[in-house]
């Protein structure tokens, strides 16, 4: 019995500080990070069905990493699977009121939370694109 109480305080312990236990509000401290593409859909307006952009990608960009890391440095990791040629590069990242500009794209930030967030960036026709990212 000591054991298995002594594992839950343990385990309460461990959890207690880590990203995910924060307040977890929309800045640039708690979006730095690693990022996996889990969704990506769009919209080609207010009319159409909305289409799975991800099913058009090859299989080597679906695995990418994207890490927003300190400083706003952007970084596009060929991760998993490379292409050929590689598809990683840099730019840069900031945070405007709810929208990330990632290098010169402006993206409203949707559901935040500091496991994962979508990113929208929507026409003035109704159509838009979103990517929906979670923590790799």
């Not at 207690?16 to 990070?33: A, L, P, V, W, Y």
């Amino acid at each position: 019995m000591k054991k298995l109480l002594f594992f839950f305080i343990v385990a309460a312990i461990s959890g207690t500080g880590c990203k995910k236990d924060r307040d977890c509000k929309f800045n640039s401290e708690n979006i730095q990070g690693s990022y996996k593409i889990v969704s990506i859909v769009s919209r080609e307006d207010a009319s159409s069905p909305e289409e799975d952009e991800l099913a058009y990608l090859d299989a080597c960009e679906r695995d990418d990493i994207l890490h927003f890391n300190d400083g706003g440095i952007y970084l596009l990791e060929d991760a998993g699977e490379i292409c050929t040629p590689s598809n990683s590069f840099g730019s840069t990242w900031a945070i405007s009121g709810n929208n990330l500009i990632v290098n010169t794209e402006l993206f409203e930030v949707e559901n935040f939370s500091c496991s994962g967030f979508t990113l929208t960036q929507t026409e003035s026709d109704g159509g838009y694109y979103k990517v929906k990212l979670t923590e790799d």
